[in-house]
C-alpha cells in the first residue's frame, strides 16, 4: 500500500500540507477552521462573555464527519477525575479520526493562565505574582511544569499567557497580567512560553493587542492608545514572547483601536505580525471573539460579512465553537462571497500547525506517548506544590516594616482578622479551576489542598497563641462583624489584618476578568475594619491578598507593616505565613505601582514629565510605593556604583557594573534594576523606563558583581514618523532598587545619525554577574 505524500513525515512540511490541502473539499478545510465547546452551558452565568447567547447547537457525529479543528477545554468545562478525562479525551480523538475521511484529529486547547485549569491540578501564582518575583528562569520551570501535565493527559495548545501591560489598575484583569513594564512583562512572558513550547505545548499569546488599554478600565472598551504608546508598550511583549520564546499561536484582542476591532484589522494581524515580524503560526479567536464583529462591535451586518472580515484579517480559528466559520462560510463562498483563497491561507496555516504536532503522521495514536499509564494521572504532584510554593514565597512583597514589627516573636499573642484570612479561595485568581468552574458545582470539592493564611500561621507558629474573627465580608457592606474583631485584635499583641478580592466573572468578584471597579479603594467595608482595628492602638500588620493594587496612603505611618501578595496560589496560605514568621525572607518586588490616593487613575509609572506631580494640577499620581520596590529582611550595601560617563555612537554598546554586598545577618536576594532616561527627545519619553534586571540570591557576607551590557537598541522608540529610531543625544542609565530610588547613574552620549531599527533589534540587556572574594 502507497503512503500518501501528507503522510509521509520524511517530506518537508509544506509539501505535505500541499498535498493534503489539494485532496479536500471545502467542506473538509473549514471544518480545519473552528473548535467545538462540549458541554459548554447556555444557560445564566458562563466563563466567557455573552457564552449564553453565542453557543449554538449542533449534530456531533454529523459534524466531525469533516474533520474537526480544535476540540475545546474538555478538562476546563466541568470537573472530571484527570483519569477519566484523559480517557474521554482518547476517546473523542479516535472518534473523530475514524469519522473523517483523512482520519485527523482535533488539536486539544485548554486555559493555562495560573496552572492548568482542570479538577485537582496545581493552583500556582497568578501572572501578577510571576511579574513580583523578577525570576523569569523561575517562571520558565513552572511553564515546563504546566506544560508536562497537559501533554501528558493529550492536550496540545495552552491559552496563555497574558501579555497586555497594566494601563489602568482598575481594570478587572490585571491579576492576569505579569505588571506595568513591558519590558517586565515581556523578559518574564518569554520564560513562560519558553517552558511551555520546551514541553511541546503551543502557547499562544493574548490579548493581541491592546486589551488593557481599554478606556475607563472597562472590560472590552474601546482602545485610545495612540501610535507610540501602541508601539512602545503595548506590543513589545509580543514580540519578545515571539522571538525569544518562540511562541506557535496568537490569540486576537476583543477591543478595538481607533474604530477597527483587532479581529477584523490586517494591518495588525497579517502586516504586523507576519509580514514585519515573521510569524509563521496560526492565529485564534479570543471566545466568539468573531462573532462580536457582527453582535457587539457592528462592523458587519451579515454572518458571511462577518466570516470574511475575520478571514481577511488573519484569523485563522474560531473558538470556543463553530459559528461564523461553519455552514455560513462555506455558503458565502459558494456564494462568491469570501474567496476560497482565504480559507486555503487559514487552512494551511491550521494544519502545518497539526504537522508539527504530529497530528498527520500515520502512526498517530490518541493516547499521549507523555504518560502511558492511563489509571494514574497526578496533576498536583509533590514536585509541582515545591515548585508553586517557591514562586509563591518569592512573590510576597514586604511593602513597609517600619519599626521591624516583623517577623512575628514565636510565642506573641497574634489576633488575625479579615475576610481573606479563613478562606482558601483567597488564594486564587479567577482562571483557576475553583474559582472559574467550581463554582457552579458547590456540590464538588476543591480537588487540592489550599491552605489558608490562618491554618497556616497556626502551623507556623505553634507556641503562638492565634485567634481569629472574620470582621466583614469582601464586598458585603455590612459591619455588624466590627465589634468582635475590634474585641479580638484589642487582646492581642500584634493583629495581623488579612484583606482584599475575591476573584471571579463578570461581576460575581472584585477581581477578574468583567470585575473592574470605579476606583481603587479596598472592596466593601474592609477599609473601614481597617480603620478601627488600627485605632485599638495593638500593632497592626497588613496583609493583603489582591488581584490589583489598592490605595493605602490613608494608613500610611500608622501600620506596624505592610505585605502585599498577588493571588499567589494553592501554597500561598505557608508562603504568606512564612514571611510573618521569617522563615521566609521577603523578596518580592512591585510588579505595579501602589497608589496613595484611591482616584486620579489611570497612572502607571510610565509617565512623561506632565505625567508626574507639578505645580500645573492639584492632583499629585505619585505612588505610595513604586514599581519595583520591596523590603527584605536582611541589608544589602550597593558599592562602585556610578558607572563612568562615555560617549559612544548610536549604534553603540556600554557596560555598567556593580556590586552588590548582603550586609546582614541571614541570606537573601536584591533585585538590581536598570532604568533608562532620556532628557531631550523628538517626541516626550516616559521619566524612567525599566530596560534591565537582576536577582541575586546572597548568602550573609556575600557579594557578587553584576555587569549590565546595554546596547543602543534598547534606547529605542517610535519617532513622529511612525519610525522606530535611536537618537542621538544625552542618556542617563539609572541602577536602583525601584523605579524612585535611584542608587547610582552613568551618563553616556550617543553620536553620529538618526538610525532606525527594525525587527531584528535587540530586545534585552544582558546581565552577568561573578563572585567577589575578600
Known amino acids: 500500500m502507497t503512503t500518501a505524500p501528507w503522510r509521509d513525515p520524511a517530506l518537508p512540511a509544506a509539501a505535505r500540507v500541499d498535498d493534503l490541502l489539494a485532496r479536500m473539499t471545502l467542506e473538509e478545510k473549514t471544518a480545519q477552521l473552528y473548535g467545538v465547546w462540549v458541554g459548554a452551558d447556555t444557560d445564566g452565568d458562563g466563563v466567557a462573555p455573552h457564552q449564553h447567547d453565542m453557543t449554538t447547537d449542533y449534530d456531533w457525529d454529523e459534524l466531525i464527519t469533516r474533520g474537526l479543528g480544535q476540540l475545546t477545554r474538555s478538562f476546563g468545562t466541568a470537573p472530571v477525575d484527570p483519569a477519566l478525562g484523559k480517557r474521554a479525551l482518547a476517546r473523542a480523538q479516535r472518534r473523530i479520526a475514524e469519522a473523517s475521511r483523512f482520519g485527523i484529529p482535533a488539536v486539544a486547547h485548554e486555559e493555562c493562565l495560573a496552572g492548568f485549569t482542570a479538577w485537582r491540578a496545581t493552583a500556582y501564582p497568578v501572572p501578577l505574582a510571576w511579574g513580583a518575583t523578577f525570576d523569569p528562569p523561575l517562571v520558565e520551570e513552572m511553564g515546563r511544569r504546566i506544560g508536562r501535565d497537559l501533554r501528558s493527559v493529550g492536550v496540545h495548545?495552552?491559552?496563555?499567557?497574558?501579555?497586555?501591560?497594566?494601563?489602568?489598575?482598575?481594570?478587572?484583569?490585571?491579576?492576569?497580567?505579569?505588571?506595568?513594564?513591558?519590558?517586565?512583562?515581556?523578559?518574564?512572558?518569554?520564560?513562560?512560553?519558553?517552558?511551555?513550547?520546551?514541553?511541546?505545548?503551543v502557547a499562544t499569546l493574548k490579548h493581541f493587542a491592546g486589551y488593557a488599554s481599554s478606556a475607563g478600565a472597562r472590560?472590552?472598551?474601546?482602545?485610545?492608545?495612540?501610535?507610540?504608546?501602541?508601539?512602545?508598550?503595548?506590543?513589545?511583549?509580543?514580540?519578545?514572547?515571539?522571538?525569544?520564546?518562540?511562541?506557535?499561536?496568537?490569540?486576537?484582542?476583543?477591543?478595538?483601536?481607533?474604530?477597527?476591532?483587532?479581529?477584523?484589522?490586517?494591518?495588525?494581524?497579517?502586516?504586523?505580525?507576519?509580514?514585519?515580524?515573521?510569524?509563521?503560526?496560526?492565529?485564534?479567536?479570543?471566545?466568539?471573539?468573531?462573532?462580536?464583529?457582527?453582535?457587539?462591535?457592528?462592523?458587519?451586518?451579515?454572518?458571511?460579512?462577518?466570516?470574511?472580515?475575520?478571514?481577511?484579517?488573519?484569523?485563522?480559528v474560531e473558538l470556543p465553537t463553530v459559528k461564523y466559520y461553519g455552514e455560513e462560510l462555506i455558503a458565502a463562498v459558494r456564494a462568491g462571497q469570501v474567496p476560497e483563497d482565504l480559507v486555503d491561507r487559514a487552512a494551511r496555516r491550521v494544519l502545518l500547525q497539526?504537522?508539527?504536532?504530529?497530528?498527520?503522521?500515520?502512526?498517530?495514536?490518541?493516547?499521549?506517548?507523555?504518560?502511558?499509564?492511563?489509571?494514574?494521572?497526578?496533576?498536583?504532584?509533590?514536585?509541582?506544590?515545591?515548585?508553586?510554593?517557591?514562586?509563591?514565597?518569592?512573590?510576597?512583597v514586604l511593602l513597609d516594616n517600619p519599626d521591624g514589627l516583623l517577623p512575628l516573636p514565636p510565642d506573641t499573642r497574634v489576633a488575625v482578622v479579615g475576610p481573606r484570612a479563613a478562606d482558601a479561595l483567597a488564594m486564587l485568581g479567577c482562571y483557576s479551576f475553583p474559582s472559574h468552574v467550581l463554582t457552579h458545582h458547590p456540590e464538588v470539592e476543591l480537588g487540592i489542598e489550599i491552605p489558608t493564611v490562618l491554618e497556616s500561621l497556626r502551623a507556623e507558629l505553634p507556641d503562638a497563641k492565634v485567634t481569629f474573627a472574620e470582621g466583614c465580608g469582601v464586598s458585603d457592606p455590612d459591619p455588624a462583624g466590627f465589634e468582635e474583631a475590634v474585641a479580638t485584635a484589642a487582646a492581642a499583641d500584634v493583629c495581623v489584618a488579612v484583606l482584599g478580592d475575591r476573584a471571579g466573572l463578570f461581576g460575581r468578584g472584585t477581581?477578574?476578568?468583567?470585575?473592574?471597579?470605579?476606583?481603587?479603594?479596598?472592596?466593601?467595608?474592609?477599609?473601614?475594619?481597617?480603620?478601627?482595628?488600627?485605632?485599638?492602638?495593638?500593632?497592626?500588620?497588613?496583609?493583603?491578598?489582591?488581584?490589583?493594587?489598592?490605595?493605602?496612603?490613608?494608613?500610611?505611618?500608622?501600620?506596624?507593616?505592610?505585605?502585599?501578595?498577588?493571588?499567589?496560589?494553592?501554597?500561598?496560605?505557608?508562603?504568606?505565613?512564612?514571611?510573618?514568621?521569617?522563615?521566609?525572607?521577603?523578596?518580592?518586588?512591585?510588579?505595579?505601582?501602589?497608589?496613595?490616593?484611591?482616584?486620579?487613575?489611570?497612572?502607571?509609572?510610565?509617565?512623561?514629565?506632565?505625567?508626574?506631580?507639578?505645580?500645573?494640577?492639584?492632583?499629585?499620581?505619585?505612588?505610595?510605593?513604586?514599581?519595583?520596590?520591596?523590603?527584605?529582611?536582611?541589608?544589602?550595601?550597593?558599592?562602585?556604583?556610578?558607572?563612568?560617563?562615555?560617549?559612544?555612537?548610536?549604534?553603540?554598546?556600554?557596560?555598567?557594573?556593580?556590586?552588590?554586598?548582603?550586609?546582614?545577618?541571614?541570606?537573601?536576594?536584591?533585585?538590581?534594576?536598570?532604568?533608562?532616561?532620556?532628557p531631550v527627545a523628538s517626541v516626550t519619553r516616559p521619566d524612567v523606563r525599566l530596560i534591565g534586571y537582576r536577582r541575586l540570591e546572597l548568602a550573609p557576607g556575600e557579594a557578587r558583581r553584576v555587569t549590565f551590557r546595554f546596547h543602543t537598541d534598547l534606547s529605542a522608540f517610535t519617532d513622529r514618523d511612525g519610525r522606530r529610531v535611536v537618537e542621538p543625544g544625552l542618556l542617563e542609565l539609572r541602577l536602583g532598587t525601584s523605579s524612585a530610588d535611584v542608587r547610582g547613574t552613568a551618563r553616556v552620549r550617543l553620536t553620529g545619525p538618526v538610525r532606525e531599527v527594525g525587527p531584528d533589534r535587540r530586545l534585552r540587556c544582558e546581565t552577568d554577574e561573578t563572585e567577589v572574594t575578600g
Open 511 to 678: 477581581s477578574g476578568e468583567g470585575c473592574d471597579v470605579a476606583d481603587l479603594r479596598l472592596p466593601g467595608v474592609q477599609a473601614e475594619l481597617l480603620d478601627a482595628l488600627v485605632a485599638t492602638g495593638v500593632p497592626v500588620v497588613l496583609v493583603l491578598l489582591t488581584g490589583r493594587p489598592y490605595a493605602l496612603g490613608r494608613w500610611h505611618g500608622r501600620l506596624g507593616a505592610v505585605v502585599q501578595a498577588f493571588f499567589p496560589g494553592e501554597e500561598g496560605g505557608p508562603a504568606v505565613a512564612g514571611v510573618l514568621s521569617g522563615r521566609v525572607n521577603p523578596s518580592g518586588r512591585l510588579p505595579v505601582s501602589v497608589p496613595r490616593e484611591a482616584g486620579g487613575q489611570p497612572w502607571t509609572y510610565l509617565q512623561p514629565p506632565l505625567g508626574l506631580a507639578g505645580e500645573v494640577s492639584n492632583l499629585d499620581p505619585t505612588p505610595l510605593y513604586p514599581f519595583g520596590h520591596g523590603r527584605s529582611y536582611t541589608a544589602f550595601a550597593w558599592e562602585d556604583v556610578d558607572g563612568p560617563d562615555a560617549e559612544i555612537g548610536t549604534d553603540g554598546a556600554y557596560d555598567l557594573a556593580l556590586t552588590v554586598r548582603n550586609t546582614g545577618d541571614r541570606a537573601g536576594a536584591e533585585v538590581v534594576q536598570l532604568y533608562l532616561h532620556d
Open 157 to 201: 495548545q495552552g491559552l496563555a499567557p497574558v501579555l497586555d501591560v497594566v494601563r489602568d489598575p482598575r481594570w478587572g484583569r490585571v491579576e492576569e497580567t505579569i505588571g506595568e513594564d513591558p519590558y517586565l512583562v515581556g523578559t518574564v512572558g518569554a520564560a513562560y512560553v519558553r517552558g511551555l513550547e520546551s514541553a511541546g505545548v
Open 354 to 396: 497539526k504537522c508539527e504536532l504530529g497530528l498527520l503522521d500515520e502512526d498517530w495514536r490518541p493516547e499521549p506517548a507523555e504518560s502511558a499509564d492511563a489509571e494514574r494521572v497526578d496533576l498536583d504532584s509533590a514536585a509541582n506544590r515545591a515548585l508553586a510554593r517557591r514562586l509563591a514565597e518569592e512573590s510576597v
Open 219 to 316: 472590560n472590552l472598551a474601546p482602545v485610545r492608545a495612540g501610535t507610540r504608546e501602541f508601539a512602545d508598550v503595548t506590543l513589545p511583549p509580543f514580540e519578545m514572547a515571539l522571538r525569544e520564546g518562540g511562541a506557535r499561536s496568537v490569540m486576537a484582542a476583543y477591543t478595538e483601536r481607533d474604530g477597527v476591532p483587532a479581529s477584523a484589522d490586517p494591518e495588525l494581524l497579517t502586516e504586523l505580525l507576519r509580514e514585519e515580524w515573521g510569524f509563521t503560526g496560526t492565529v485564534v479567536a479570543d471566545y466568539f471573539g468573531i462573532g462580536f464583529l457582527q453582535t457587539l462591535h457592528r462592523v458587519a451586518g451579515t454572518p458571511a460579512e462577518t466570516a470574511r472580515l475575520a478571514l481577511t484579517a488573519g484569523i485563522d
